[in-house]
């Protein structure tokens, strides 16, 4: 890309960004000397999960929502220390409404009860989009840009010590654009000041049984680095 269509594009993300941003009433006090004080921009009480989750409401803010049975909001603690974010919901979250609760789950699920020690309750597990797209395929860019602000405003009121993505969409959007999740996990990271670790998906391992051994083994050694940096005590392998 060159520079110029890189500039068009940067400007049209961060008008999007705006746009969503001033539909949930954010403020933007906080981010610059501007505040939005005509009616039009009348800004929402959001001061909980529960009145984020209101406000998304029967969300058709893009064309995800023409296809899906149940939006995916997330479910947790909302004092969770730590927050996991995947990529998107799958079949069996669309019919349930619920995060990773497939056989991609079921795995997330062992790794934090049996392998860290906590209750799935104890952390809080949301995704980038929060609708499932078509046959499972990638979210894209008006998709995902239509629902970050939202997984922002998740993380904002969370505040947790650490946040685990999984897999490479949700490692583009929290870390970077264009990495590699193999080249990047393991590795700690940031986002909104909060230390990032990305490790591989659940549903890569599914996807790949030959290979389920040693992926398993990092996925257990990123897991371990969380771990640590919590003050929590390993106990096992996952």
Not at 12 to 41: C, H, T, V, W
Not at 46 to 74: T, Y
Request: proline fraction near 6%.
């Amino acid at each position: 890309m060159n520079p110029a269509s890189e500039l068009r594009d940067i400007a049209g993300q961060l008008k999007r960004l705006i746009i969503s941003n001033m539909e949930m009433g954010i403020d933007f006090s906080r981010l610059s000397s501007y505040a939005p004080k005509n009616s039009s921009e009348k800004q929402a009480h959001i001061d909980s999960l529960e009145d984020l989750r209101a406000f998304i409401g029967d969300c058709k803010r893009c064309k995800l929502w023409r296809g899906r049975s149940n939006l995916v909001f997330g479910e947790g603690s909302p004092n969770a220390r730590l927050v996991f974010v995947g990529e998107g919901p799958g079949h069996e979250e669309d019919q349930e409404g619920r995060p990773f609760v497939g056989e991609a789950g079921k795995m997330l699920t062992r790794i934090i009860e049996n392998a860290m020690g906590l209750k799935r309750k104890d952390v809080y597990i949301c995704n980038v989009v929060k609708c499932r797209p078509p046959n499972n395929r990638d979210p894209e860019r008006d998709e995902i840009d239509s629902c970050i602000p939202f997984l922002r405003e998740q993380i904002r009121m969370i505040k947790p010590e650490v946040i685990c993505v999984l897999g490479r969409i949700a490692c583009n959007e929290l870390i970077g654009r264009d990495l590699k999740i193999t080249q990047v996990r393991g590795k700690w990271h940031a986002y909104m000041d909060i230390p990032v670790m990305p490790t591989y998906h659940p549903a890569y391992i599914l996807r790949n049984p030959k290979r389920e051994r040693q992926l398993k083994g990092q996925v257990w050694d990123d897991i371990r680095a969380i771990m640590a940096r919590l003050g929590l005590e390993v106990k096992r392998d996952v």
